[in-house]
C-alpha cells in the first residue's frame, strides 16, 4: 500500500529531471565565434572490423578537420582505448585517418586508455599538463555534447564546443533518449568519487 502511495511522485520527479537534462541536451549550441585554442580535444567512438572509423566518429573527424583547416589550433589530442572487439586503439584509427587526411603526425597527441567519457578527459588532462595545452575546444556529435562539457569541467578551465547536427534517424533518436541517464549515472559516480577523496 505505501509503495503505491510513493510511485506516483517517484515518477513524476524522474519524469522532471529528465525532461530538464533532455531540455538541456537539445539546446545546447556549439562555438560559432572562434578563438585559437591550444588543442582541439576528438572524444572517440567506435570502429568497425577493418579499424576505420564509424560513422559517427568520423563526423567527430571531420569536424575536427574543419577547425585544424581554420587554424584554430594546431595540435589535436585523439582519445579512445581499445575495446573487447577492437584489434587496436580507437585513437590510434583516429590518428591514422587524421594523418591520411594531411595532419602532421607530430601534431597528434594520442591517449588510449580510456573505456568512457569520463576517463577520456581525465587521461587527456595528463597530456595537455605535460604538454602545456591550457585551452580545449571539444568535438563530439550533438546528443553527446551538453553531457562532455559537463565533465569537462571537472579538468579543464577553458575550453569550447563545437559539433555538427547528425542526421535524424532511429540510432539517434536512441543516443538521445539515453543521455539523461548517463548523465545521472556520471553525477551519481563523481560525487562518490568526490566522498570518497574527503
Known sequence: MRIKKILPPVIFI???????????????????????YDAIIILGHSIDDENLPGDWLLKRLNDALYLYDKN?????IVTGGQGPNDKIAVSQSMKQYLVAQGVLENNIYI???????????????SIAEKEDINSIIIVTNDF???????????????????????????????????????????????????????
Open 144 to 198: 553527446h555534447m551538453y553531457r562532455s562539457a559537463l565533465i569537462c569541467k571537472k579538468f579543464f578551465d577553458n575550453f569550447g564546443i563545437y559539433f555538427s547536427n547528425l542526421d535524424f534517424d532511429a540510432k539517434k533518436f536512441f543516443a538521445y533518449s539515453k543521455e539523461p541517464f548517463s548523465i545521472i549515472k556520471f553525477y551519481i559516480e563523481w560525487s562518490l568519487e568526490v566522498y570518497l577523496r574527503a
Open 14 to 36: 524522474f519524469l522532471l529531471i529528465y525532461s530538464a537534462l533532455m531540455l538541456k541536451i537539445v539546446t545546447i549550441k556549439p562555438d560559432t565565434q572562434f578563438q585559437k
Open 72 to 76: 584554430i589550433s594546431d595540435k589535436i
Open 111 to 125: 591517449e588510449n586508455e580510456s573505456r568512457n567519457t569520463y576517463e577520456n578527459f581525465k587521461f587527456s588532462k
